[in-house]
Structures are given as C-alpha cells and as structure tokens.
C-alpha cells in the first residue's frame, strides 16, 4: 500500500512540473545548423529562460515535500539554472535545465561571432587596388609575393627559443621583428596595469623584469626564457593590437581577415585542425592582382581597444596562417589611412615591398614602430632647401638600430635609440632581428656620464675652429665657472700653457679631479665603465645541429656581456688603460684573472652606435644579423 502511494505520488509531483501549454518549452536547439535570425533567436531563448523559471517556481511552491520526503529545493532561487537536489527518477529534468543553460551559452557565443562576421565588409574594389599598388607595385615577382604568403606569426616550439617568432622566408622579417620586440615588451615588461577585456587564463604579470633561471645547456649561456602558450598569445594578441591603434590614431583600428569558408569550420579547440584546413585553403588561393584582395579580404573598424582585442583572438587562425603577416601589413595601412600612408613616405610612387628581393622597406617598419610610415631614422623633419623630409616625430614603446649607421650611411635619432623599453628592432643590409635586455637600467646614465656629456656639450658650444676640437682658455675659464668645477691651481696652469686647450687635454686633466669637485674620477672602477648583459634573437630557422641524417633547425638566442668605456674617453687614455691591465697581470704572475678578449661581429657595430666603443664577449658562434 505504502509502495502504491508513494508511486501515485510520483506521478502527481512530474505532472505537476509540466509546463502550461503557452510557455510550452521547445526541444534542445542546434545553433550551428539552424537559419533562424539573431532577433527571432533572441526572443525564443528568452521565452524559454522564462519558462525554465517559472517551471521552478512551481516545483517551490509543491506542498508535497515534506521533511521526510528524500526531495529537497533550496529555498531561495538564485538564477533560472538552479540545481535540483532530487531523487533519480528526477535527473531528466535537471538535465534538461542544464542542456537548456548550454544551449543559451553557446547561443550567445556563436551569436557574437555571428555580429562579428557581419560587421566585417568586403574589401571594396577600387581600395584593394590602391592596397595592392601601394604594398607590392605593378611589376612584383611571384617569387617576393610566394615570400609573403607563406609567412605567419607562429612561435618556435623549441624551449630555449620559447620566446620568438619562427621566420620562414625573407623580406616579411620587417613586419615580424617590429612585432617581436612588443611581444617581449609584454612577456618581459608588462604590468598589473595594463588590464585586458575577456582575456581569459590571463599570464601573471611583471613588475620587474624576468629574473634569468638555471639551465645546464643554452645558447643563451644559462639564461632560460620560457613561456606558456597562454602567455605568447597574450603578448602576441597585446603587441598586434598596440600597433593597430597606434597606427589609427589611437582613435579607431581595422582588422583585416580572410574570407574563406575553413576559418568558420566547425573544429572546436582543436587549433591543429583549423590551422591545417586553413593552409589547405590557401595552397589553392592565387595573390596576383587587387581583384584577389577584394575577393579574399574581408574587414572591420573597431573603435575601442578592448573590441579590437576580441576580435585580434577571434582572427588568430589567420594571423598563424601563411598569410598572418601580410594580414597584419593591411590592417596597419588601412588603420592607418592610404591617404595617410601616402602624405607618410618621401617617395608615394615606389612600392613599400622593394623590389628585387622582396624586402620590407623602412616605411613599413616605422609604422610598425612609431605608426607613421615614414621613410627616415633621424629625429623629428629636416628641411632640405625647401624640401621636408619626415622622420621620426616622437620617442617610442621599442626602439631601432642599425649598420648602416656604422657605415656612415643613415643616423638614427635619440627617439629610436632611447626607446622607453630596452628593446632594439636591429637592421642589417637583408634582414631585421631582436636586441633585448632583463634590466632596463642599461639604458640609465650614469652621473658620471651625464657630467661628461654636460662637459662636452660646453666644450662643443665654445669650440670656434670647425670641428677641430680645441677651445680657447678664455672659453675653459667659462665652462670651469658654468659648471663648478673646481680645478687645482697647478693642472689649470698646465692647461693655460698654450694658446689652445684641446678636449684630450681636459679630459685628462678631469681624470685627476674627484666627482664631488666637478671631476670624472671615480676610485670604484676603472674608467667608470659599465658592463651589463644584453640577449640577441635571430628568428630565421638555421641549422644548429647535426646528428645523422637528423639536421635541427631553429632560431638563435645569444647572450652578449658589453662593456661600455665612458662617452668621451680619448682612444689614448684606452690604450694605457690596456697598457696598465697587461703590466698587472705580468706582476701578478699566473693568479692573475685575466679579462675577455673582445669578440666582434657585425652586432656589436650596430651596438656601438647606441654605445660608443663597447666592446663584447658571447660564447658559442657569433650572433647573426644575417
């Protein structure tokens, strides 16, 4: 009798639970192969939110359930996905609730990227014309363009070189180095301010820079870099957008992204699929003309820094794709305006992908770096007779270096030398790479140095003879007043012996002055020179071991120990200075620790022309630039 009760009352409690024929829920929807419209599809998932919670009320509100009774409601409804702690027999219904919650979820995640994708317009015609022109020109090989389609932003998968980007060809390295160096501003600079919108899993940030760690076999001589994946594409997702908004104005970004069916595909978190789908695409994908461009291309202007991060980690698959780089090229032209672009460069007729190698041209760095594709490295604008030409007008996140500076064929200006991170784009005749350093005191100076940089410029300001290097001792006796140094009687009638003070001689004569009278000596260290570390990275894929018939291949990470000599140490007191420390180690016998010998590679030019007469050791084969 019992058992029959308790099943009628069974019975009574799932009828009563049945919905009323007007709030009469439908089955479990499939988003993905449904046709209805957003609104339509937004009025049902209400209706039935609505429904769910108006079936729990009801299921409250049953006086059934007793304090015996093995069914238990929580009293207080939180939401309209509240669990029911029922008995078995009730697991559908929960269930139901639960498929019905996920149905509503993933709804309204498809139903975002669904805007998303209508937001974005094809790329009119008449302005993919200009696009393709204004990047390659009418006469680009297939070659250079084979070069820009096949080169992505993807991460080398080697541990040591856990940092970078992998570049497979020449040419797109002017728009992966420019990147690279942001990507280590946030893996190594980052902050807890710098918040990110809907990024989930978000890395832990630094407030100082990264602290090297132990290994037992580096490139890098025992410094280990390494990063989680959740960490690259944080940074990679951060560097992209900063040089979208950058180049926008800091007003508005465009996303340009491929319009091929594989990036819609249905292959969930599975990253290995969607990018394979996508590469086989494009192997069927011809570049060749504008006409392709407004045929592939889709885009969309975003105009706050949070939507252009979503919709950057929406487009990732595309920008890992062959076509990565030159998707980000576009999207930086037109954040930044073809007209724009255009009033940018010294030279609007010649293409920014220079013929016959394919290389990037400096215009396409520059916008990378400062967001103006200006076509020159020095300071601000420079008038020649009535003819201006553009340079870098404002001091930058990651700075630029360059051998054609040792070559005495450009100069860099202090905007791109003193970047506000101590990070260097470093350029050579075919190819970009990455400077970098942990500390970002490296590029403090010291107060010794700022004194003799204040000594010399008032030696240059009172220097009559045309860059001959001498002043007159009307003019010391000024600069000794001006600066307040206080010079023994015996050294200054030294100098006053002659008709000319040279700046050897002052500077000699400052040597034997403490710093607290206005002096360079300083009984701590040597010359006051400076040593820190600085790290080189190299992202092309070279061969780095051989075992076999199995050839590794991958970027390079080299640590480099620099030496700095004060500014305007004469070459002569250098060569004494070497002269002293060789006599020191003879009389000190075989105890002696005897100094590196500096090791020299077209690097260390380039480093010399961010610090003077450096002199550099490494281990292992030379950093390449090449």
Partial sequence: MGDHDDEELQRAFRMSLQPAPDAKR????????????????????????????????????????????????????????????????????EEGLASLRDDAEKANVNRGKRRVEEERQQLPLRLAEQLY??????????????????????????????????????????????????????????????????????????SSPLKPLQTGHSDAANVKLIFSDTQRTWALVQAMGETLWHAGGKRKAVVAVLDIPEMYGEYGSNEHQLDKAIAKALEALCLGS??????????????????????????????RSPWGALLLLFSLLLSRGLDLVYS?????????????????????????????????????????????????????????LTLLESLNLCQVGRNLKYPKW?????????????LFALDPSVQDETDT????????????????????????????????????????????????????????????????????????????????KRQFEVFHFNGIAKTVASSGDVTQQRPRLTRVRVSVPPKWTPDIALVEEYKAMEQSEVAQGSAAVVPEPAQHAPLVDCIRTRWQRATCNWTGDSPSIV
């Fill in 290 to 319: 504008g006409k392709d461009l407004h045929r592939l291309i889709r885009v969309s202007t975003v105009t706050s820094i949070s939507t252009l991060h979503q919709q950057l980690r929406s487009s990732l698959p595309g920008f």
């Fill in 26 to 93: 439908s089955k479990s929807w499939d988003v993905a192969g449904s046709t209805e419209s957003p609104e339509a599809m937004d009025r049902r998932i209400q209706r039935e939110l609505r429904a769910a919670a108006a079936e729990q009320r009801r299921v409250s509100a049953v006086g059934i359930l007793d304090p015996s009774s093995s069914v238990s409601v929580d009293s207080t409804v939180a939401s309209p996905f509240t669990k029911l702690r029922t008995p078995t027999k009730l697991t559908d219904r």
């Fill in 133 to 206: 022109m204004l990047v390659f020109g009418a006469n680009v090989s297939k070659d250079v363009l084979c070069q820009w389609c096949h080169q992505g932003f993807r991460f080398s998968p080697d541990p040591e070189t856990s940092l970078g980007l992998v570049q497979k060809e020449g040419g797109p390295c002017g728009v992966l180095a420019p990147i690279q160096a942001l990507v280590l501003k946030y893996l190594l600079f980052a902050t807890e301010d710098e918040k990110d919108i809907g990024m989930k899993s978000k890395p832990t940030l630094r």
């Fill in 344 to 400: 940018d460069r010294d030279d609007p007729a010649q293409p920014m992908v220079t013929s016959p190698f394919g290389h990037a041209s400096q215009e396409i760095v520059n916008l990378l770096l400062c967001g103006q594709a200006v076509p020159n490295v020095f300071d601000n604008n420079m008038d020649l007779g009535g003819v201006s030409i553009k340079g870098i007008s404002t001091n930058c996140e990651v700075g630029f």
């Fill in 449 to 528: 140095e700022d004194h003799e940089v204040r000594v010399r410029q008032a030696f240059d300001a009172h220097d009559q003879s045309g860059g001959g290097g001498f002043i007159s001792p009307e003019a010391l006796q000024q600069i000794l007043i001006d600066l307040n140094i206080q010079m023994p009687q015996d050294v200054l009638n030294n100098l006053f012996s002659s008709d000319i003070v040279t700046w050897n001689e002052l500077w000699q004569a400052l040597m034997q002055i403490d710093k607290s009278k206005g002096g360079l000596k300083d009984s701590g260290t040597v010359l006051n």
């Fill in 422 to 434: 101590p990070i260097w784009v470093i350029g050579s005749e075919s190819h970009y790479s990455i």
